[in-house]
């Protein structure tokens, strides 16, 4: 790192002299800097440990969020539906569903309210293309028109401009009332449609009409020339669960903890059961992550360290390729936390947490060795091994008891995990970047080196600024006696 004089000396090397001193000062602070250079190695080293204990903390931090979840029996929760007759009706279970059997018999499937129109109504296009105005399609003779459309206890009052609004302006009106109603118009059809957005008997579609002069005579708007029906209601889903009458306004519904989709009229039966196979995933889940996590922190306290590889200096950066910086560096940054205490410690209580024994727990299960869950050789440190059909037997013959040791084992681990991860943020920091600031033994060590770096540079530049002095004197000096044998030489002439 190069340091900055604090005086503005004429730097212009050897002009009395005739001797390069700018780069005898040079290779003398090269020497003096190196106290620095091993500041800011010092430096980087805390830098990258405290990068692989947050790289580490967060995926431990991850892993415990999800054993966290694990300590709860609605985690392991999850229910087998089997419908016979997916035609009447689709199910699904959530957690609190009861077990057993439900008889569904579907008499009425829920309907919205609609309206169509009943005699084919007038073209909306002129011979051009264009729109006509509803005026011209329905030969009114008013300018404009007001009528109310209601559905159930909502009602809006909509405005008509015979003169200049189409039938397509008429719909946009009616789907704009905020009554809870969508209209559309079909030319091919030549048909109004009206329909409630919501099924159920509660909504009833009707309007106030509106009187308007033809060249026939007086009419109704809506009813007459439209051909629309005064009202319309829609109707609830009906139906029977095991002989019990039950009606909704909407044709899906939560009912005992079932999500039933009602498709069609007619007989099912449902099945409910515990979904045995979701615990075995989920433990199963669980463990594979364990065994990625200990790899990974067993990884990096047997990682090889190589002492002699420091991080680079600026001048050794220069002196290598963008490819040597980065093998260089690859080197430096291994083994860093080898045999490091808290990830050992950490290590170490997880293992414990996996093999010790649940307190009250079922004396068939209170070891995961009893679900078929082992471990392997010595040197696999801690990996752990499971027997598929053995844990899928243990699920299916006894799942309380699995779910109950399991919360036993996430119990004992979040508590492992909670500690480690504590020790970690005291030692390296906050892994998650919230707080504001950092008060770690590493970032206080950084802190502190960072005040002697800049006592070094003070002390680099005064003594910088002191071998130019000395320089700068010298060459005085020697420009002296050169002037001073110059004017003997004169004299003898």
Same mark, same amino acid.
């Given at each position: 790192?190069?340091?900055?004089?604090?005086v503005? &000396?004429?730097?212009?090397?050897?002009?009395?002299?005739?001797?390069?001193?700018?780069?005898?000062?040079?290779n003398?602070?090269?020497?003096?800097?190196?106290?620095? #250079?091993?500041?800011?190695?010092?430096?980087?080293?805390?830098?990258?440990?405290?990068?692989?204990?947050?790289e580490?903390?967060?995926?431990?931090?991850?892993?415990?969020?999800k054993? %966290?979840?694990?300590? %709860?029996?609605?985690? !392991?929760?999850?229910?087998d539906v089997?419908?016979?007759?997916?035609?009447?009706?689709?199910?699904?279970?959530?957690?609190?569903?009861?077990?057993?059997t &439900?008889?569904?018999?579907?008499?009425?499937?829920?309907?919205?309210? &609609?309206?169509?129109?009943?005699?084919?109504?007038?073209?909306?296009?002129?011979?051009?293309?264009?729109?006509?105005?509803?005026?011209?399609?329905?030969?009114?003779?008013?300018?404009t028109?007001?009528?109310?459309?209601?559905?159930?206890?909502?009602?809006?009052?909509?405005?008509?401009?015979?003169?200049? #609004?189409?039938?397509?302006?008429?719909?946009?009106?009616?789907?704009?009332?905020?009554?809870?109603?969508?209209a559309? !118009?079909?030319?091919?059809?030549?048909r109004? %449609?009206?329909?409630?957005?919501?099924?159920?008997?509660?909504?009833v579609?009707?309007?106030?009409?509106?009187?308007?002069?033809?060249?026939g005579?007086?009419k109704d708007?809506?009813?007459?020339?439209?051909?629309?029906?005064?009202?319309?209601?829609?109707?609830?889903?009906?139906?029977?669960?095991?002989g019990?009458?039950?009606?909704?306004?909407?044709?899906?519904?939560?009912?005992?903890?079932?999500?039933?989709?009602?498709?069609g009229?007619?007989?099912?039966?449902?099945?409910?059961?515990?979904?045995?196979?979701?615990?075995?995933?989920?433990?199963?889940?669980?463990?594979?992550?364990?065994n990625?996590?200990?790899s990974?922190?067993n990884?990096?306290?047997?990682?090889?360290?190589?002492?002699?590889?420091?991080?680079?200096?600026?001048?050794?950066?220069?002196?290598?390729?963008?490819t040597?910086?980065?093998?260089?560096?690859?080197?430096?940054?291994?083994?860093?936390?080898?045999?490091d205490?808290?990830?050992?410690?950490?290590?170490?209580?997880?293992?414990?947490?996996?093999?010790?024994?649940?307190?009250?727990?079922?004396?068939?299960?209170?070891?995961?060795?009893?679900?078929?869950?082992?471990?392997?050789?010595?040197y696999?440190?801690?990996?752990?091994?499971?027997?598929?059909?053995?844990?899928?037997?243990?699920?299916?013959?006894d799942?309380?008891?699995?779910?109950?040791?399991?919360?036993?084992?996430?119990?004992?681990?979040?508590?492992?995990?909670?500690?480690?991860?504590?020790?970690?943020?005291?030692n390296?920091g906050?892994?998650?970047?919230?707080?504001? !600031?950092?008060?770690s %033994?590493?970032?206080?060590?950084?802190?502190d080196?960072?005040?002697r770096?800049?006592?070094?540079?003070?002390?680099?530049?005064?003594i910088?600024?002191?071998?130019?002095?000395q320089?700068?004197?010298?060459?005085?000096?020697?420009?002296q006696m050169n002037?001073?044998?110059?004017?003997?030489?004169q004299?003898?002439?």
């Amino acid at each position: 790192m190069s340091t900055v004089s604090s005086v503005n &000396y004429n730097r212009v090397s050897g002009l009395a002299s005739g001797i390069d001193y700018e780069s005898i000062i040079q290779n003398l602070m090269q020497a003096q800097r190196a106290p620095l #250079d091993k500041l800011n190695q010092d430096k980087t080293v805390l830098e990258w440990k405290q990068q692989d204990y947050t790289e580490l903390a967060k995926k431990a931090y991850a892993f415990n969020q999800k054993v %966290f979840d694990m300590e %709860f029996t609605s985690y !392991y929760r999850s229910k087998d539906v089997r419908v016979n007759g997916s035609s009447v009706a689709n199910v699904t279970a959530g957690t609190q569903a009861n077990n057993g059997t &439900y008889n569904i018999d579907v008499k009425q499937l829920a309907t919205a309210a &609609y309206m169509t129109s009943t005699i084919d109504l007038p073209t909306a296009y002129n011979d051009d293309g264009g729109l006509k105005t509803i005026g011209e399609q329905f030969g009114i003779l008013d300018d404009t028109g007001k009528f109310t459309i209601s559905n159930g206890e909502s009602s809006k009052e909509i405005t008509v401009d015979f003169a200049s #609004d189409t039938i397509a302006n008429l719909v946009a009106k009616i789907n704009e009332s905020d009554t809870g109603v969508t209209a559309s !118009y079909d030319d091919n059809l030549h048909r109004l %449609f009206i329909t409630s957005n919501s099924t159920g008997s509660s909504n009833v579609i009707s309007y106030m009409d509106a009187d308007v002069i033809t060249g026939g005579g007086e009419k109704d708007f809506l009813n007459e020339l439209m051909g629309l029906p005064q009202s319309s209601s829609g109707k609830d889903a009906v139906f029977e669960v095991n002989g019990a009458v039950l009606t909704q306004p909407a044709n899906t519904f939560q009912i005992t903890g079932l999500n039933i989709s009602l498709a069609g009229k007619g007989k099912t039966s449902i099945i409910v059961d515990d979904d045995t196979d979701y615990i075995y995933d989920q433990v199963k889940g669980i463990l594979n992550d364990y065994n990625d996590l200990i790899s990974e922190i067993n990884e990096k306290i047997s990682e090889k360290r190589y002492l002699d590889y420091k991080p680079l200096t600026d001048d050794q950066r220069d002196q290598l390729s963008d490819t040597q910086q980065e093998k260089w560096e690859k080197k430096a940054r291994s083994g860093l936390l080898k045999s490091d205490p808290i990830l050992s410690n950490l290590l170490f209580s997880m293992r414990e947490a996996i093999y010790s024994k649940a307190d009250g727990a079922d004396p068939s299960y209170d070891m995961l060795a009893d679900l078929g869950i082992t471990t392997g050789k010595w040197y696999e440190n801690g990996k752990l091994y499971i027997d598929d059909n053995k844990l899928k037997d243990s699920t299916k013959k006894d799942p309380d008891a699995v779910i109950s040791l399991m919360k036993n084992v996430m119990s004992n681990m979040h508590t492992e995990l909670d500690d480690g991860l504590n020790r970690i943020k005291r030692n390296s920091g906050d892994y998650l970047g919230i707080e504001l !600031y950092d008060q770690s %033994f590493m970032a206080r060590q950084i802190r502190d080196i960072n005040d002697r770096i800049l006592d070094t540079q003070d002390r680099l530049s005064n003594i910088e600024d002191r071998y130019y002095r000395q320089f700068t004197r010298m060459e005085q000096m020697i420009s002296q006696m050169n002037a001073q044998s110059a004017w003997l030489s004169q004299q003898f002439q």
